[in-house]
């Protein structure tokens, strides 16, 4: 399996300072600080960027889940909200909600939360998370 990466460059203070992040692949490049990630300024944060990496495998993990059980999607949307707070140890990730909708012909939706929850706890996303304190699962079924 290929190894994928990213890089960043920080210049200046944490608040006074910027940088700029950029996927490995090149097909993404934009600018972060203090505000963007702390606050409401433009630019991403690290944050965001563990947000859609997470969105991305869980709908990925979802959408082999639901075929190997011999359902096809027609589609698979999820959203990750990262909550970044600030505690006695520091700044720590604490909670993601992973809010999905998904497309999918024949199946109930016991059957369709079960295969869900599965993928939650065992896409590589989640589990590379696994020190978040916790990652809930709504999901919404259109079939």
């Known amino acids: 399996m290929p190894v994928r990466s990213a890089d960043a460059r920080w210049e200046g203070t944490l608040q006074d300072g910027k940088g700029t992040m950029r996927m490995g692949g090149g097909a ?29 495998c869980f709908s990925m993990a ?13 589609s698979v949307a999820t959203t990750a909200a990262v909550h970044l707070d600030k505690t006695d140890a520091g700044f720590r990730i604490q909670k993601i909600e992973l809010t999905t909708d998904a497309n999918v012909p024949g199946i109930s939706q016991s059957e369709f939360d079960e295969i869900a929850d599965t993928a939650k706890r065992t896409c590589p996303g989640s589990v590379a998370l696994g020190g978040v304190g916790e990652i809930v699962l709504q999901t919404t079924l259109k079939s």
């Not at 490049?29 to 990496?53: D, I, K």
């Not at 979802?62 to 027609?74: C, M, R, T």
Request: zero cysteines; a negative charge.
């Open 28 to 56: 993404w490049e934009g600018p972060y600080s203090f505000s963007s990630r702390f606050e409401e300024g433009t630019g991403t944060n690290p944050e965001e960027l563990l947000a859609a990496a997470h969105a991305g």
């Open 62 to 74: 979802l959408s082999a889940a639901l075929g190997k059980a011999g359902h096809s999607p027609e």
